[in-house]
């Protein structure tokens, strides 16, 4: 079945997300895409209205998620292809990093507030409603009060008006919550290593997502630990990685018989320099050669 596939996108049942899933589908169909993973952040809400909703459309919908995990002190993000959302363990890995991520998320209010900036816990918690808070919500909070109301304009000028960076929320997140940085708070997610050998039990193929992305800054060394413990594959294409980040993990997906992927980790207007369907370099192939790896 020839085609493009897109492996990494979210709805609006991600907290960073503002597109509905059914929206997406459409979109997929009407860029004649072959198939695509809805890879929300520790959620599989959309399933299975989403693979129905496929099949209305013409475009095969592959049951996925995003989950948020930690390797040597860094956060890993791992997706799940093929997954079955209705496995009890997938539901406690999720309640498991739902739980860590409410945590962080006020602990980061905290250190904020002692920062001097206009914020409170109550602010946060209803921006990601229904979702637990991630960093970005933070910053929308902070960033809207600002435009709406001046608190702390001075300080946030950089992220506001013209020449601003973009995304701004983003950028907030980079120069805030990252390690080093002001707000930086421990994680507090599960273990990835825990993570791959129970996967196989939810049906699913271990793929690490945008391992050039900063926050993780995978090396050949990581991926062969992870390889040992049950990793499938590597998104090789994606929105993160820059050419030369393009082919270096394409040659270690492949030395390592890792299967590389494709996903552009669209989010809809949160990330508006990632219009959907703009990655072309998935082929379904890569989705033949996934199912090939199903436990």
Do not use: C
């Not at 890879?39 to 049951?63: F, L, M, N, W």
């Not at 082919?247 to 494709?262: F, Q």
């Amino acid at each position: 079945m020839p085609g493009r596939v897109d492996l990494h996108i979210h709805s609006s049942y991600s907290s960073d997300g503002d597109v509905p899933f059914r929206r997406i589908v459409r979109l997929a169909s009407e860029k004649e895409m072959a198939a695509i993973a809805i890879t929300d952040h520790d959620s599989t809400s959309a399933y299975p209205e989403a693979i129905e909703q496929g099949k209305r459309d013409g475009v095969e919908v592959i049951p996925s998620i995003e989950l948020t995990t930690l390797y040597d002190g860094r956060e890993f993000h791992l997706l799940v292809p093929f997954v079955d959302w209705r496995s009890p363990l997938l539901g406690r890995l999720i309640e498991r990093v739902i739980q860590g991520r409410i945590h962080e998320a006020r602990e980061r209010v905290e250190r904020l507030i002692g920062l001097g900036y206009d914020l409170t816990w109550e602010e946060v918690r209803d921006e990601a409603a229904p979702f637990a808070p991630l960093g970005v919500n933070i910053a929308q909070v902070i960033l809207r009060k600002a435009a709406e109301t001046g608190a702390n304009a001075v300080k946030l000028q950089p992220y506001l008006g013209e020449g601003r960076t973009n995304p701004a929320p983003y950028a907030f997140y980079r120069d805030h919550f990252l390690e080093g940085k002001p707000a930086f708070v421990p994680r507090r997610s599960i273990d990835l290593l825990e993570v791959l050998e129970g996967i196989p039990e939810t049906g699913g193929v271990p793929v690490l997502a945008h391992p050039g992305a900063e926050f993780q800054r995978v090396q050949k060394e990581d991926l062969l630990v992870l390889k040992a413990r049950g990793l499938q594959g590597l998104e090789v294409y994606t929105s993160y990685h820059d050419p030369e980040q393009t082919r270096s993990y394409l040659r270690l997906a492949r030395e390592l018989g890792l299967i590389p992927t494709a996903g552009s980790d669209f989010h809809g207007g949160i990330k508006p320099h990632i219009p959907f369907g703009f990655l072309r370099d998935g082929d379904y192939a890569m989705v033949e050669a996934l199912r090939l790896r199903r436990p």
